[in-house]
């Protein structure tokens, strides 16, 4: 996508009376030589990917270390029983958290996933997405428009900032996953494009300074667990704000300042798994066994 600031985007789309993803598109086609449809049909091809990835991992599945697998059957099945004095949160939160567990063990069981934007953070969005969606009654193609509005959001951060662990932390990867998932379920909920640009700020936010320390280099402790909760940061910051809160600091801004903090982490917190909740006696023993 051509090169262009948040805030532009997001003033653009509203002149235009557009969504952030109908411009995003737009420009998709442009670049890439391709119709609407083709292109559209492409991202049906990646939801459909997410939703099967959904699909599997609440049946349970196993990492091939053994270290992970099975969480997100246990929220699914606490859900389905209504265990409301144990599962708090209340929808779409507690699906959101089940479908981001769900998307990231499968990624760890080396099965088929959509890295939005990176294998590490594949559950945030389809977590966010496809809770959201079932929430609002979303069609397919709305589904599809707000994707297209999350790899908008994605694009910017990638260019500014970085979406990599090694390069950012994990504020790279899970933060920028929010922000996209967040400017996405702002849409769904009828949002503007203004309010989607204040999603991505307040995600990024809630996220900045989170560092990258696999245990044993695999990425699956903490990760997979980090999918859920980014993912209740996104939904977070979409309700704010859909309730018309804004970030003090403008998006753009924010997005540069994640990609200061990024450079400034010591390489032990970015992807090396020699800092973090890698050096605990526990990750240095696991580490040891895989």
């Known amino acids: 996508m051509r090169s262009i600031s948040l805030q532009e985007l997001a003033e653009l789309a509203s002149a235009r009376g557009v969504t952030i993803g109908a411009l995003a598109l737009e420009w998709e086609c ?4 391709e119709p609407a449809e083709a292109l559209r049909g492409k991202m049906g091809e990646r939801l459909r990917v997410m939703r099967e990835a ?6 349970g599945v196993k990492s091939r270390s053994g270290l992970t697998g099975g969480d997100a059957k246990l929220v699914a099945k606490g859900l389905a029983a209504n265990a409301s004095a144990r599962l708090v949160g209340g929808e779409p939160l507690t699906t959101a958290i ?13 099965g088929r996933i959509v890295a939005a934007p990176t ?14 969606g079932e929430r609002v009654g979303a069609t397919d193609e709305s589904l599809i428009d707000a994707l297209f509005t999350a790899g908008a959001a994605g694009s910017v951060i990638a260019r500014r900032a970085t979406v990599s662990g090694a ?7 899970c933060g920028s996953a929010a922000a996209m998932a967040a400017a996405a379920a702002v849409q769904l909920g009828g949002g503007t494009p203004q309010q989607c640009v204040q999603a991505v700020a307040l995600s990024l936010k809630g996220l900045m300074g989170l560092v990258c320390d696999p245990v044993a280099g ?4 903490p990760c997979i667990k980090r999918n859920a909760t980014s993912a209740g940061v996104a939904l977070a910051a979409a309700t704010m704000a859909l309730a018309g809160v804004r970030s003090v600091v403008p998006p753009d801004e924010v997005v540069d300042a994640m990609g200061a903090v990024g450079r400034e982490l010591p390489a032990s ?3 090396t798994a020699v800092g973090g909740l890698a050096a605990t006696p526990t990750g240095k023993r ?3 066994q895989v």
């Open 218 to 221: 695999l990425v699956e402790v």
């Open 54 to 59: 959904v699909a599997r991992g609440l049946q």
């Open 30 to 33: 442009q670049e890439a030589g």
């Open 98 to 110: 089940s479908y981001a567990l769900a998307v990231s063990e499968v990624n760890a069981s080396m």
């Open 119 to 132: 294998g590490g953070s594949c559950g945030i969005l389809p977590g966010v997405l496809l809770s959201v």
């Open 269 to 271: 917190l970015k992807e």
């Open 167 to 173: 390069a950012g932390g994990c504020q790279a990867e």
């Open 286 to 288: 696991i580490a040891g």
